[in-house]
């Protein structure tokens, strides 16, 4: 396989019962890459992002991680492996300082206190919550609180970081300094990051490849411009191509 490739997710079906949520989907995500995942609502985003995260079991198909085959690996595994997800909604304690909650995404991956206490320092320096890390979490303005989230996962040193909707309920300028934070991430500690999001200027904008997804199939893959200008993509977010049918 060629070494670039950090997550290859090949013939990936997911159903529910008779419902095909995700059918024959295969893409990939290269070492220091920013991958976009969209589609219209349904489309399979999050149920890829499951079984990728290994939330659920695919029902066919392999995924590969870093040279491994991690098919059916439940998430704890996955994780420990360098392949941190986080969710729609926020995943932290709220009753809990931001300080503890970051704290948790250390200690799958080091044993000592001080080490911990260094990684939490310098993971909140990077997103901006060093001024806040005494803070009840869930006392935070919505903005902030997001990107505790996203710090419990980043805590980890994760090899690929898998945001689910990171930019939902930001407002501009909020949006501007997350996604500079992105590019530090993958500038200064090399990370890949798989990015679903329905925010479309953000993900035009930090993504170096967007993968389509419409009615749980593959629908086009390219850069931004490829993306956009592509007929198919145009008329799957404009229904125009399911008037037809
Ligand atoms: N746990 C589940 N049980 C049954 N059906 C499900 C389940 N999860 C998702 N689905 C169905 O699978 C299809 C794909 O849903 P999914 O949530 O993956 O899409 P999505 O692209 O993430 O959508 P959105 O952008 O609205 O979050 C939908 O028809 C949905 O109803």
Known sequence: MNTQVLLKVDKLSRRFGGLIAVNELSFYVNK??????????????ST???????????????????????TGFKSDR???LGLVRTFQHDSMLRDMTVYDNIVIGTFSSIKHKAERDARVRETAELMGLIEVLDNVAGSLPHGLQRLVSIAIAF??????????EPLTGLNQTEVVSVLEIFHRMRQEYGISILLVEHNMKAVMEI????????????LATGTPEQVQSNPNVISAYLGKRHEKQ
């Open 155 to 164: 805590a980890a040193r994760p090899k690929l970081l898998c945001l689910d």
């Open 32 to 45: 220091n890459e920013i991958l976009g995942l969209i589609g219209p609502n349904g489309a399979g985003k």
């Open 78 to 80: 996955v994780s420990r």
């Open 48 to 70: 890829t992002f499951n079984v990728v995260s290994g939330f659920f079991k695919p029902s066919s198909g392999t995924l590969n991680f870093n040279g491994q085959d991690i």
């Open 207 to 218: 993504c170096d490849r967007i993968v389509v997804l419409d009615h749980g199939e593959f």
